[in-house]
C-alpha cells in the first residue's frame, strides 16, 4: 500500500514541502498556511500540470501546432495577440496562476476597441482551451473569464449608394461587386470562394 503523502519541513530553506506525483512542491515557510495549501492541493492533484507549465511555453507549443495546421492569416493573428499577452504577463508566469486580473491588466495600456478586445482574449481563451484538450493540463483558470463584448459592424448600403459605388468602379471589379451585391457574400468570402463551394 502505496504511503500517503504529507507535508514535511526542510531545515536548509526554513520552509514546508509535499510530494505529489513525484513532483515537490513549496507550502511556504508558515505551517498554518502550509497544511492548508497542503489540503487544497489534495483535494486537485490532477491540477498540479498547471504549476510546471508556463503561459510563454504554452503559447509557443500552441503557435507551433496553429502554424501547421491553421491559415497563415490565422497564426499570423493569434501571432500578434499571444506575443502581447506574454509580454503583459512575462515569461515566467506559470499557467495555474493566471487570473482574469491579467487580462484585465493587458488591456490597460491598449486603445482597442471593444470588439478588437473580444478578439484578442478570444485568442487567449482558445490557446489555453487548446492546451486543455490535448491534455497539457486539465484545469483551465480562464474558462469562465468573459470576453468584452463585440459590437457589429454590418454597414447596410441603400440601392442609390451602392449605384454610385459601382459607377465608379472600373472593370474587372464591376462583375465583383455585382456577385457581392447579388449575393451577400462578404469580399473575403468571395474573394476565397471556389466551384466546389457551390451545390
Known amino acids: 500500500m502505496p504511503r500517503q503523502s504529507k507535508p514535511y519541513f526542510r531545515e536548509q530553506t526554513q520552509s514546508w514541502y509535499c510530494s505529489i506525483n513525484g513532483k515537490q512542491i513549496s507550502l511556504g515557510k508558515q505551517k498554518s498556511e502550509a497544511l492548508k495549501k497542503f489540503y487544497e492541493l489534495m483535494g486537485r492533484k490532477e491540477d498540479l500540470q498547471t504549476d510546471s507549465i508556463t503561459v510563454y511555453q504554452l503559447t509557443q507549443t500552441y503557435l507551433d ?21 506574454v509580454e503583459s504577463t512575462g515569461k515566467r508566469i506559470k499557467v495555474g496562476q493566471v487570473r482574469k486580473l491579467h487580462l484585465t491588466k493587458w488591456f490597460e495600456d491598449k486603445t482597442w476597441s471593444s470588439t478588437t478586445k473580444n478578439d484578442a482574449m478570444g485568442v487567449v481563451k482558445r490557446a ?11 484545469y483551465n483558470p480562464i474558462s469562465q473569464v468573459r470576453k468584452p463584448p463585440a459590437k457589429r459592424r454590418d454597414i447596410f448600403y441603400t440601392a442609390e449608394q451602392w449605384k454610385q459605388v459601382r459607377n465608379a468602379a472600373r472593370s474587372p471589379i464591376v462583375d465583383f461587386l455585382d456577385f457581392l451585391w447579388s449575393t451577400g457574400c462578404r469580399p473575403q468570402e468571395a474573394r476565397t470562394l471556389e466551384p466546389r463551394h457551390i451545390k
Not at 495546421?69 to 501571432?79: D, F, R
Not at 489555453?128 to 486539465?138: D, M, Q, R, V
Open 128 to 138: 489555453f482551451n487548446w492546451a486543455t484538450e490535448e491534455g497539457y493540463f486539465t
Open 65 to 85: 501546432w496553429c502554424q501547421k495546421n491553421k491559415k497563415p492569416s490565422t497564426y499570423t493573428k493569434h501571432l500578434h495577440y499571444l506575443k502581447s499577452f
